[in-house]
Nanobody, 121 residues
Framework: QVQMVESGGGLVQPGGSVQLSCKAS????????MGWYRQAPGNERELVAV???????HYASSAKGRFAISGDNAKGTVYLQMNSLKPEDTAVYYC???????????????WGQGTRVTVSS
C-alpha cells in the first residue's frame, strides 16, 4: 500500500550535522502524518519528531532545539535535519507514516528499513 525509503545516515562527529530523507510511495493520499523514530542498542524504538499533513510538528524533548523536521506529507516526503549531534544520538533512524485505512475508520503504520546514524570521534 505505502512503501517507505529513508536515507542519509552515516558516521558524523559530535557537534556535527546530518540530514535524513524519506520518501513514501503508493497510496500517499491517505497519509495523515509522517515522522522519525530511532532505536539505539538495548533501547526501545522512540519518537524523535512528527509532522502532520497540516504542518503541525512535535519533537521529543531530546530533539528540541537541535533537530528540525520538514517535508510535505501530501507528497510523501519528510526530512530530519539533525544538528549539534551527541554520541547518545547514535541509533538506527526509521521513517514512519500513519496511513488512513480504506474504510476511513482507522489507520495503520508504514515503516522504512532504517538508516544508521553513528556519532563518534
Amino acid at each position: 500500500q505505502v512503501q517507505m525509503v529513508e536515507s542519509g545516515g552515516g558516521l558524523v562527529q559530535p557537534g556535527g550535522s546530518v540530514q535524513l530523507s524519506c520518501k513514501a510511495s503508493g497510496s500517499i493520499l491517505n497519509i495523515n502524518s509522517m515522522g522519525w523514530y530511532r532505536q539505539a542498542p538495548g533501547n526501545e524504538r522512540e519518537l524523535v519528531a512528527v509532522m502532520t499533513r497540516s504542518g503541525s510538528t512535535h519533537y521529543a524533548s531530546s530533539a528540541k532545539g537541535r533537530f528540525a523536521i520538514s517535508g510535505d506529507n501530501a507528497k510523501g516526503t519528510v526530512y530530519l535535519q539533525m544538528n549539534s549531534l551527541k554520541p547518545e544520538d547514535t541509533a538506527v533512524y526509521y521513517c514512519n507514516a500513519v496511513i488512513r485505512d480504506g474504510d476511513g475508520a482507522g489507520d495503520h503504520d508504514s515503516w522504512g528499513q532504517g538508516t544508521r546514524v553513528t556519532v563518534s570521534s
